[in-house]
């Protein structure tokens, strides 16, 4: 379109813009312009975000119950101090937030300890357990606690449960047991361990698997580091066992490396103490039982093969600090104290009745000839080393035995 002078029309919207452009381009005005933007942006978001962190953090340390919060994961519980005493929101001094914690397999040897250091420091304990091989016994001392409860379930089905943290070691764990129903073993490692992941998973909560010394089988690396990938017999015996915790690291890796879960993993080695039970066929049992029964001690094989022992509350401190800390795993738990079977009965003599007869026995397949943790990771990143001496364990082992055997009052720890 033209005017009467043949000139091209313009709009009187184009000269508008022209004439706008042309005046924010002077002066720099768009630059102020755009600061005007920004800045109250700038302010929004950070009072936006520090205010909602606010309401995230209180509302989880003041109830875990309402539907709402149970869609917040549960890691924030472990940055709550730190981003309070920053925030000098909290007096510095305050004591950790207390935790609501599971622990499958709790009614057991080692679970039972875990669950008294757990309520010790303060914290909620929640015992899953099948009763397999754990008792009550283990844990009527804490039945009056109003900290703790204790559900009858077994892993192998799904259960719902609001907690922090998992601590996963249900599963047998003498080969008595193990072998007793090797479906249901391997079932209770992939199954279960699936079924703890999935609640991690749902509810935010950091997971511990309790996996064990039997990943490396027969090694052909001595002592064992964390990276030696093992010589396991796939269909033995014990592969219910090896492989079904193998499968059960692996589950837990991936859920952690694709789902993002926060996990841990404890590989265990020979652990003795009191609470174990007295006809497990594991060698410090076996071996202390009779003893105290004045029957002959049972070596299979000719007694050289080594294992090493540690002692229960060395264990559980490993555990703890394992789940207390940055590192994923897996950490080798165990004494590094290496003695042959027949040291171990010369110990045993000692300690409860220096006339206790040898008697050997065929070894029984699979049984690996040497076991030894190196826990120079367990050192260096978990600050962790045991403490207790075969020597200074095994009499507190005693005494829980014979009182159960005999019943002896006086004797008990
Ligand atoms: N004690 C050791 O020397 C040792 C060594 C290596 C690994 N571990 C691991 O540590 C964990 C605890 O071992 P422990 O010596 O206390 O054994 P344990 O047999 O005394 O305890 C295992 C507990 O798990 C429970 N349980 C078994 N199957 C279950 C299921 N399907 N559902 C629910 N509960 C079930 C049992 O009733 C028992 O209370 C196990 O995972 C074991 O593999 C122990």
Redesign the pocket.
């Given at each position: 379109m033209e005017d009467m002078l043949g000139r091209p029309r313009t709009s009187g919207f184009s000269i508008s813009v022209s004439v706008l452009i042309k005046y924010m381009l002077r002066e720099q005005r768009l630059l102020f312009v755009l600061i005007g933007f920004a800045v109250p942006a700038l302010v929004f978001n950070v009072f936006h975000v520090s205010t909602s962190s606010r309401i995230k953090h209180v509302s989880v340390a003041e109830s875990w119950q309402s539907t709402e919060l149970s869609r917040i994961p549960r890691r924030i519980a472990y940055e709550l101090p730190e981003v309070m005493n920053r925030a000098g929101k909290v007096p510095l001094g305050l004591k950790r937030k207390r935790l609501r914690v599971v622990v499958?397999?709790?009614?057991?040897?080692?679970?039972s300890h875990l669950v008294d250091r757990l309520l010790e420091r303060g914290d909620s304990v929640i015992v899953?357990?099948?009763?397999?091989?754990?008792?009550k016994e283990n844990l009527l001392h804490q039945l009056k606690n109003p900290r703790f409860e204790l559900i009858r379930?077994?892993?192998?089905e799904p259960i719902l449960l609001e907690v922090d943290q998992i601590y996963?070691?249900?599963?047998?764990?003498?080969p008595v047991?193990y072998k007793f129903n090797p479906v249901?073993t391997i079932?209770?490692n992939v199954v279960?361990t699936l079924n703890m992941l999935g609640l991690a998973k749902r509810v935010g909560a950091r997971f511990l698997l309790?996996?064990?010394?039997?990943v490396y089988g027969d090694p052909l690396q001595h002592p064992q580091v964390e990276t030696y990938w093992g010589n396991v017999n796939p269909i033995g015996v014990r592969s219910c066992?090896d492989e079904g915790?193998r499968v059960a690291e692996t589950l837990t890796m991936d859920y952690h490396r694709g789902l993002n879960i926060e996990v841990r993993i404890a590989?265990?080695?020979?652990?003795?103490g009191p609470r174990?039970?007295l006809d497990?066929g594991?060698v410090v049992s076996n071996f202390v039982a009779q003893a105290l029964r004045k029957e002959p001690l049972t070596v299979y094989g000719d007694g050289k093969q080594t294992r090493s022992f540690?002692f229960v509350s060395d264990l559980v401190e490993g555990l703890m600090r394992l789940m207390e800390g940055d590192h994923v795993g897996p950490f080798n738990l165990g004494n590094p104290g290496e003695f042959t079977m027949l040291e171990l009965a010369q110990v045993v003599q000692d300690t409860i009745d220096r006339n206790a007869k040898i008697e050997y026995r065929p070894n029984t397949e699979d049984d690996p000839h040497m076991r030894k943790p190196d826990i120079s990771k367990a050192k260096k990143l978990l600050g962790w080393e045991p403490m207790v001496s075969l020597r200074d364990g095994l009499p507190q082992m005693v005494s829980d035995f014979r009182q159960r055997l005999f019943g002896d009052e006086k004797e008990a720890i």
């Open positions: 499958t397999g709790g009614a057991g040897f080692v679970g899953v357990d099948n009763f397999f091989t754990g008792r379930h077994d892993v192998v996963h070691l249900a599963c047998p764990a003498s047991h249901k079932k209770t279960g309790t996996s064990t010394s039997e066992y915790k590989r265990i080695f020979n652990t003795y174990m039970c497990d594991r540690q």
